[in-house]
């Protein structure tokens, strides 16, 4: 079991940057592929951004390609997505997600936290 809590949300103007937390506990990160989530009112939740266990390889939505950055800090049991040049439609919950190994699914959620995007 590992509990996960996302920090780091808020109000942010268009071309704003934010930077989210996601804060591990009850077992190393280590062990997991991480990943930030994203849903929108009205719409199914997305995955943003994916990162291995070890932080070699990282996926990213084309949408948000090159604006955000998924990292890790595993000795810090903490995951972080660095969110540049933000717009309007990135405005969503943003949930972060652990994945064991060998499983297909993200088993592991955090409550989520709101970002909001004025235009």
């Known amino acids: 079991q590992v509990q996960l809590v996302e920090s780091g949300g808020g109000l942010v103007q268009a071309g704003g940057s934010l930077r989210l937390s996601c804060a591990a506990s009850?077992?190393?990160?280590?062990?997991?592929?991480m990943g930030w989530f994203r849903q929108a009112p009205g719409k199914e939740r997305e995955s943003v951004a994916t990162i291995s266990r070890y932080g070699s390889t990282s996926y990213y939505a084309d949408s948000v390609k090159g604006r955000f950055t998924i990292s890790r800090d595993n000795a810090r049991n903490t995951v972080y997505l660095q969110m540049n040049s933000l717009k309007p439609e990135d405005t969503a919950v943003y949930s972060c997600a652990a994945r064991g190994l060998g499983s297909n699914n993200y088993g592991f959620w955090g409550q989520g936290t709101q970002v909001t995007v004025s235009s």
């Open positions: 009850g077992r190393s990160i280590g062990v997991f592929d």
